[in-house]
């Protein structure tokens, strides 16, 4: 097989490699040629990848049929740094691989395949076909608000609710919740509305292997387990189980008032006011006048910020909030419209926030209650 | 002064910045405006680095002198953040200064410059010229065999031996050694001979900063101290005090066998064969014809690795020795000639690795006594 190839193939499933998992054959990748080709397959505890090479006699020539897992942390040094060109790999008898490329020869003691787990063949099962740029678009626009604490496993996960034509993506962390709409996609077999809880860890993996923006993924779902494949690369993971919480009513209907700013420059002023937002992150908004808000921002013994950012347009009264600024500098930052609209409605209920050219996306983002002076 | 001129002035004295000193002050970066310019000082226990930034009335505007330390953290992220353009830093009463841009307005507390450490001043004592591109390449080569481990403070450093018109850089961890000469630089007032040992951990650090390569770099060693000065930036440290250990016995004298083999080639081989060298890191080297060297390493339970390395030239007898295969690829991969000399005595001495095009240039690195089989 040729090294560039299989040195690209192993980079795509790194990922799923397990590095410190207590299944002692989950520490290598499997190797499999038959006359289609060779796939090889990593795995851990939450999800398995796999990356296919076609026979092609070329880049690719099989002589015979097999199997092998070889220890990942070897295969991947010793396949990265074997000369250019083609590598013979030899699967001998009790288990030994011997590896060989120009002057270079390794000979690696294997372990026996057949404990390998298999991936899950999706069989009638409901499919969905995205272009790689609009799904790693969604991706980013969801995934940075998933929860990072294990206490409530749902908020791990990206919750995904298919019905008819429409997809919605939703994300949240208790603060702040991302809420992404899409009927940019083709649906085969899928004949009823469900949620599924895809674990987010899982779903950023992929996107960061989605370097083809042109290509296309296939998304499988069935049972416990959702698919991702596109071209040679398949992941698969298991779904999240249990009830993602219900949202809908926190999008507050009302409001007293709303403002639209220029994204880039909201964004640098609120990056600059944080900096002096402490451990707290409280960042201050404050509308007084027509044409401008003010952003501020203080730490005990270090000082203080303010900068005015100018508005573009308006609706509404007067007010004052108190956010998270680190929190609203990543939504900010996932928005690629040039505006953006601020929702406000009383203290109690949560900032919307909303690219303008976009009404099937939205950013929900908790206020802060402080004492008022 | 000028966002981008001050913000690269801060980048080039972050290296110095105290994170977590126990001394209060030196977690600050210390500002100096007079006529002459805008001096940015940072220092920990180790080292003191100033950039100078020109009072040229256009990218630095000098209205009145004075002094204030800031806490670094805050400062840099400040700077950075800032809007491209002119920056306003005002000094005021009760040491508070407020940095403005745009529309962004900080107010800080400073702390007092009076308590700041100085430079010392070097006065009548001997200056040492180089150019970057020079420097640069010799610190390269000597830096990667510095001890790590604090038992002897002395191998930390790089011995420099200077005399009339020679300098020699010795560094050394007990299992490596490297020894670069060189007489490319001119000096004044140097009217004897003398050795000092430079940190090096701050000789990579100043390294890392000499991106003009077409610059000079004038060094000064009086007292206990030496200085660095390249265009605006200065770098001082202290020297190592101590005895560094005498060298020169150490390189044998004769050999038994010498041998030439390519650079790349022996490089990527010693690569690849080091992979499964375990722990230990040991790699054999076995010269049994006139063609070719056979590498090679095992890890148990693991498996092998054999590779053959064609020999350019070759004089003396069959070998076979054992060296740390990590040690030496960081050697050959120091050395930038096209071909490379090794040179062997017997079980009790040092390798000896030489740039075929440098005899001003060599390392040593200790064989590895394994029982022989």
Redesign the interface.
Known sequence: VSQKLLSSAVHYITPAVSTKSVIPILSGIKLHVDNNGLILTAANTGMMMQYEIENDSENLIVHNSGSIVI?SR?FV??VR???YGLIKIEINDGLN?CIQS????????GINPEEYPNLVKHEHCGKLTFSNHHLKHIIKQVTFTISTSETRPVLTGVSCEISNDQLRFVATDSIRLSSQTTNKFTTEHFDKSMTVIIPGKQLLDFSRLLTNEQGITDIAIGGNTITFKTNNLTLQSSLIEGTYPSIDRLKPETFTSELIVETTKFL??L???T??SGESNNVKLILMTVNSIVLSSK?E?????????IIEELDGKQLSVTFNGRYMVDIIRAIDSKKVKLRFTDKLKPIVVQPIDNPNSFFLITQIRTPDI
């Open positions: 220890h070897y040094d010793i740094n074997m000369p691989v120009g002057m270079a020869r390794y000979k690696l003691n640098r002023a990056e600059r006011v900096l002096l730490t013994a270090i000082g203080d910020v303010v900068e005015e950012v």
